[in-house]
C-alpha cells in the first residue's frame, strides 16, 4: 500500500523551514517574490536549444539552499516528484526532431535531445526557485506581500486556501489508503477496480472537512477577509540582493558564462 501519510509530513515541512531564522528569511517577501519572477522569467527565455548557457543560473538557487540552511534532500525529494509530469512533455522531443546537434565522440546528438535537456533543466531551475521561495518565506508572508504589492484580493485569498486545502486534501487521502490497507490483508497494492469508488469517497470527505473547517472560522469571527501577518519596510539589504540577483540574471542570459570561460582558460594555458 502506498504509504502517503510520510509525503503528507513532507509536505509539512516547507511551513517549518519557513520559520527558520536566518539571513534569506530575514529578507523581505516582496523582494525575494520580485527575485523570483525575475529568474524565472529569464530561465523561460532561454531557446530550446541552449543547455550550458542555463548552468551558471544554478548558482542561485545552491546559495539560497546554502544560506538559508536549506536540506538539499528536502527540496530534491519535491522536484523529483514533479519529474514525471516534464519528462512527459519532453521526451517526444528526441522522436520527433532527428536534426544534428552536435558530437561527442562517436556519438551524434541531435536537436531533440538537446532541447529535451533543456526543457528538464529548465524545470529543475523554475521549481527549485519556488520550493526555495516557500521555505524561506511562508505562505502567509507570501499572501501578505502580495496584497501590498496590489495583486488582486481574490486571487490571493484563493492561492492562501487553495494551498491550505492541499493539506485536508492529502490528509483524507491518507486515512482512506489507511482504511482500506487495514480491511485487505492480502492486497500489496491498490486494485484498479477500487479507484472509481474510492476517489468518490475521497471528494465527498474532503468537501465534508472543508465545510466543518469552514464552519470552524465562522464561529472564530471569520468575515471574509484574511488576515496576514505584517513585516518591516524594505531596507537597503533587500534592494541591494534584488539588484544583485538580477544583474547576475541579466549577465548570465546576455552572455554565455561557460563559453566566455572555456574561451579564457584556453587562452592562458
Known amino acids: 500500500m502506498i504509504n502517503l501519510?510520510?509525503?503528507?509530513?513532507?509536505?509539512?515541512?516547507?511551513?517549518?523551514?519557513?520559520?527558520?531564522?536566518?539571513?534569506?528569511?530575514?529578507?523581505?517577501?516582496?523582494?525575494?517574490?520580485?527575485?523570483?519572477?525575475?529568474?524565472?522569467?529569464?530561465?523561460?527565455?532561454?531557446?530550446?536549444?541552449?543547455?550550458?548557457?542555463?548552468?551558471p543560473l544554478f548558482l542561485y538557487?545552491?546559495?539560497?539552499?546554502?544560506?538559508?540552511?536549506?536540506?538539499f534532500s528536502v527540496i530534491a525529494?519535491?522536484?523529483?516528484?514533479?519529474?514525471?509530469?516534464?519528462?512527459?512533455?519532453?521526451?517526444?522531443?528526441?522522436?520527433?526532431?532527428?536534426?544534428?546537434?552536435?558530437?561527442?565522440?562517436?556519438?551524434?546528438?541531435?536537436?531533440?535531445?538537446?532541447?529535451?535537456?533543456?526543457?528538464?533543466l529548465r524545470f529543475i531551475l523554475a521549481v527549485t526557485s519556488a520550493l526555495i521561495l516557500v521555505a524561506t518565506t511562508g505562505m502567509d508572508k507570501i499572501g501578505s506581500a502580495l496584497l501590498r504589492m496590489h495583486v488582486p484580493k481574490m486571487f490571493v485569498i484563493q492561492l492562501m486556501f487553495m494551498y491550505r486545502y492541499l493539506y485536508v486534501l492529502l490528509d483524507e487521502l491518507s486515512r482512506t489508503l489507511l482504511a482500506y490497507s487495514l480491511r485487505s490483508f492480502n492486497e500489496t497494492g491498490l486494485p484498479f477496480r477500487?479507484?472509481?469508488?474510492?476517489?468518490?469517497?475521497?471528494?465527498?470527505?474532503?468537501?465534508?472537512?472543508?465545510?466543518?473547517?469552514?464552519?470552524?472560522?465562522?464561529?472564530?469571527?471569520?468575515?471574509?477577509?484574511?488576515r496576514l501577518l505584517r513585516y518591516n519596510a524594505l531596507a537597503k539589504k533587500d534592494i541591494a540582493y534584488c539588484l544583485g540577483w538580477s544583474a547576475f540574471f541579466l549577465a548570465a542570459r546576455i552572455y554565455n558564462i561557460p563559453q566566455w570561460l572555456g574561451a579564457l582558460l584556453i587562452g592562458r594555458y
Not at 197 to 211: E, F, K, S, V, W
Open 194 to 226: 477500487v479507484w472509481g469508488p474510492m476517489l468518490g469517497q475521497l471528494l465527498l470527505r474532503t468537501i465534508d472537512r472543508a465545510q466543518r473547517i469552514y464552519q470552524a472560522m465562522l464561529c472564530r469571527g471569520f468575515s471574509g477577509e484574511v
Open 77 to 120: 525529494k519535491r522536484v523529483f516528484a514533479t519529474m514525471p509530469f516534464v519528462l512527459f512533455i519532453g521526451i517526444f522531443n528526441p522522436l520527433l526532431d532527428h536534426t544534428p546537434g552536435f558530437q561527442v565522440g562517436p556519438f551524434l546528438i541531435s536537436n531533440g535531445w538537446i532541447s529535451f535537456f533543456s526543457i528538464l
Open 61 to 71: 538557487p545552491l546559495t539560497l539552499m546554502n544560506r538559508a540552511a536549506l536540506p
Open 5 to 55: 501519510h510520510s509525503r503528507w509530513m513532507d509536505l509539512r515541512r516547507l511551513d517549518e523551514l519557513a520559520a527558520n531564522d536566518t539571513e534569506i528569511h530575514r529578507l523581505n517577501p516582496c523582494t525575494k517574490i520580485v527575485t523570483t519572477a525575475i529568474f524565472l522569467i529569464v530561465v523561460a527565455s532561454f531557446s530550446k536549444y541552449e543547455l550550458i548557457s542555463l548552468f
